[in-house]
């Protein structure tokens, strides 16, 4: 199998949709000549020209709008918004238009349309770039929501996603871009909607998302030298939620850890863990635990950032707490 | 509109049973699935779920003998008002309503405040230390938490309970201590005292184990996943011997004796709540590490208090083995309404004369005992020697 880093898995994904469907086209700020802020687009303009791969002005509400009047006209367009931060201009047309149109028009429209976002802390770029704000976007009946962690993920969810007649959000992670993973030698879908299993355990679950999946697998090894054997779950599509994987896993397990880089206030992970106390509450053993940013805009300097956001030893203390474990 | 709680059916002829006891009180709230009364049937003490949600309006019937089907509590909403027919039975009182709507009405009605079982509030378990003792019927307060702040979690479950020596050995010399009889101590007294008014004979047999120790060796080679016991071989030889003296597996009633095609046999096992006998069926036709497997799922959920109806249901025949107690031998009380039972005591070396010279052999004694209305001396006498000859020759058994 081929081993692709994360940006290289998106732009495959992207590129073979390209070339395979003339209905498919990216847009957004600097993402022809330069290449997109994050590379992802790279070499794509030479590839396909100036009328698939196009520059937009600075304002994410009209790229947005563009990309979903295009999506109501028929194309399949993936709109990139540089950071998620940015999302908040484009939150009207997404929120208000994308999300309601297929609803309000009794079925009669619909808006195939994909917004790439990434965001992310952990290479300082202060309180306005470094958000993770997927619960907003989660909060919307009407949208899909995927954030996915590992290169064959995003490559298989980016194709699913295009291919959904429904608006999907998009959520990529910035410190993923460069990890490398194998992938399948063609794209193979992955349904939106399943949750994969990243590792399978006995004493505690963790759920996890985006960057705090590899966390958690860090801590997983971590715990297992303690005795603690760990199940790491992620989710990769938020909205829909694959419920029955969660919970099955927490009635395994007895044990349930949820983790993310967003705030812990009003986080996915609230959902998640009402989910569980809902449908596993005779299974659980110990309460729910949640791993999150502290409740503050996220500070540029390195060291305080790191403060802020949770890490692999966050999720390792969690862990030990469900299990009542003194470390 | 109320919803009726009428006395299921849990078993094949089961026509009646008896209401022990009401685990919810009138007023208090029940959720669907939880446990809302004991009952007693002929066969098995059970506790029956609740099959709707809402406050527990009214008892009908507080305990006692019931025909099926007859209406015995009444579950609804706080406050609402309970139509009954003058028999108990207000089936048809007024039209029964759509139960699927009423669910998010039911689950808006407010738990009022239930006591909890300490003197001093609430016990701190986790939810699943409280499903775990639930079902196995352990009390809490009985029990040291070793979680977070002293909260019972599921581990704690596992360790043995302390024992309740220190508060006998506290209690005044002399004073004794009264224990509420469970229902379980009340259906084995009701149904071994009734045992006793069956005329019963017992015929006892030593038997030479050499061959069946040897097979049960083999057998643990063969299936190393299984856990073979001589209660195994003891089944499958019994069964095969049952299937060649068909006059043994039977049942006496009032007008007729029933001769049954399958050997159904039951073994009893001492679990913590007292004394059942699951069944194995069809162990005629079984192997004996097929023995062994569905000994071990229903000895198992016997000690875990989940057996089912039909686990206890349609025995044929009763092994008891009391070997691993060392008891030599003993007489066991049938088991009615079955015609006979195998008492088995513990092998042991003995010394043996054979052909004019002593021998020391690993000696079994067992005892049967039959009922007499249904079975005759000779008959139980011919299945005991096949018995036997199975066990002192397994091969013969084929």
Known sequence: MPELSYREAVRDALATAMRHDDDVFVMGEDIAEMGGSMGVTHGMLDEFGPERVRNTPISEMALAGAAIGAALQGMRPVAEIMYEDFMTLAAEQVVNQAAKHRYMSGGQLTVPVVFRTQGGAGWSPGAQHAQQLEAWFVHIPGLKIVFASTPEDVRGLLWSSIYDDNPVVFFEHRTLYGIKGSVPEKIEPIPIGKARVQREGEDVTVIATGRLVHESLQAAEEAEKEGVSVEVVDPRTLQPLDEETLVGSVKKTNRAVVAHEAVTRMGFGAEVASVLQYQAFDWLDAPIERVGAKFAPLPFAPVMEQFVVPHADDVLQAIYRTVNKKV | ?398
């Open chain 2, 1 to 398: 509109m109320a919803t009726e709680v009428k006395l299921p059916r849990l078993g094949q002829g089961m026509e009646s049973g008896t209401i022990v006891k009401w685990l919810k009180s009138e007023g208090e709230s029940v959720q669907k699935g939880e446990p809302l009364y004991e009952l007693d049937t002929d066969k098995v003490t059970q506790e029956v779920e609740a099959e709707a949600s809402g406050v527990l309006l009214k008892i009908s019937i507080a305990e006692g003998e019931v025909p099926v089907g007859r209406t015995i509590a009444f579950i609804g909403e706080q406050g609402e008002a309970v139509a009954e027919s003058p028999d108990g039975d207000s089936a048809g009182a007024a039209p029964a309503p759509a139960e699927t709507r009423r669910e998010p009405e039911q689950q808006r009605v407010a738990a009022p405040p239930v006591s909890t079982t300490t003197t001093n509030g609430r016990i701190k378990a986790s939810p699943l230390a409280r499903r775990i003792a639930r079902e196995r019927g352990i009390d809490l307060s009985s029990l040291t938490g070793t979680g977070p702040d002293g909260r019972i979690v599921a581990h704690d479950l596992e360790r043995p309970a302390p024992t309740a020596a220190p508060v006998a050995a506290s209690a005044a010399t002399g004073e004794v201590e009264s224990r509420a009889l469970s229902s379980v101590r009340k259906t084995i007294a009701r149904r071994l005292t009734q045992a006793w008014t069956v005329p019963a004979f017992q015929l006892t047999v030593d038997v030479d184990m050499t061959r069946a120790n040897e097979l049960v060796q083999g057998q643990r080679e063969l299936n190393p996943d299984v856990r073979i016991t001589v209660t195994d071989v003891l089944t499958k030889l019994s069964a095969q011997a049952l299937m060649r003296h068909r006059d043994l597996n039977v049942q006496f009633s009032d007008d007729a004796l029933l001769v049954f095609p399958n050997a159904d046999v039951g073994i009893a096992v001492a679990a913590p709540q007292g004394l059942v006998v699951p069944v194995v069926h069809g162990a005629d036709r079984l192997t004996i590490a097929q023995i062994a497997e569905a000994r071990a799922d229903v000895v198992g959920r016997a000690r875990e208090a989940k057996l089912r109806t039909e686990d206890l249901e349609g025995g044929t025949f009763t092994i008891s083995n009391l070997g691993m107690y060392e008891i030599d031998q003993f007489i066991a009380v049938l088991n009615p309404p079955q015609a006979s039972i195998l008492a088995v005591g513990s092998t042991r070396d003995q010394v043996v004369p054979r052909d004019g010279e002593l021998h020391v052999l690993p000696m079994m004694t067992m005892t049967l005992t039959c009922d007499h209305r249904a079975v005759d001396g000779a008959t139980g006498a011919e299945f005991l020697k096949t018995l036997k000859a199975f066990l002192e020759d397994p091969g013969l058994a084929l």
